[in-house]
Structures are given as C-alpha cells and as structure tokens.
C-alpha cells in the first residue's frame, strides 16, 4: 500500500513563494531517491528535482536557483521549497518514487497538487 500525498499547491503571485509537501508510506522511504515532476496545463510532465536517500539534490534548469527539494525521513515527507516564482510555473505538481513492494519495483505517484502563479 504505498502512498504518496501531495499538498501544498496554491494560488501565489509572481516573485513569490510556495512549499509543497509529499507525505510517504507503505514503504521504506529513508531508502530511495524522491522526486518532483510538474506537468503544466497541455504539456508533458518533466522532471523538476530528485533528492537521494543522502541528501544529494538535482534540479531541473527551469528552476535552479529558486527551488529546493528537502526530506525529512523521520516524518517520511519530502518537501519542494518553490520562491521567486513564475507564471512559467504553473502546473500541477506530482510526488513520484520507486520503491520495491513484494519484490516489484514500480514508480508511484502523488495525486498531484496545483500550483497557479499569476497576478
């Protein structure tokens, strides 16, 4: 039964900030890499930012700079932290991991939280 719950999304004008949450369970979380994808309205999803069960963050291009991604694995939430945003930002944003469950491995998903930055 794993679980990712996406929260956090919003209304926000441009230059301003957000923090989106990703509530995890099911699975061993401490262990795999948690990732942020964003699909925006008519567009394909892409991949925003990755942090390992280390620490260690990749971002997109599209946000270096103005977004961090952060874990907690005591609280088993990893977070994206989102300033000076922009129109180009808004999306839907999506929670994702690979997590083995009875021996598969599989990607699963956030239902998705909306982010709108407009003024």
């Known amino acids: 039964q794993v679980q990712l719950v996406d929260s956090g999304g919003g209304l926000v004008q441009p230059g301003g900030s957000l923090r989106l949450s990703c509530a995890a369970s099911g699975f061993t979380f401490s262990i795999y890499n948690m990732r942020w994808y964003r699909q925006p309205p008519g567009k394909q999803r892409d991949l925003v930012a990755t942090i390992t069960p280390g620490g260690i963050t990749i971002y997109a291009d599209s946000v270096k700079g103005r977004f961090t991604i952060s874990r907690d694995n005591t609280k088993k939430t990893v977070y994206l932290q989102m300033s000076s945003l922009k129109p180009e930002d808004t999306a839907v944003y999506y929670c994702?991991?690979?997590?083995?469950?009875?021996?598969?491995?599989?990607?699963?998903w956030g239902q998705g939280t909306q982010v709108t930055v407009s003024s």
């Open positions: 994702n991991t690979a997590a083995v469950v009875n021996g598969l491995q599989r990607d699963y």
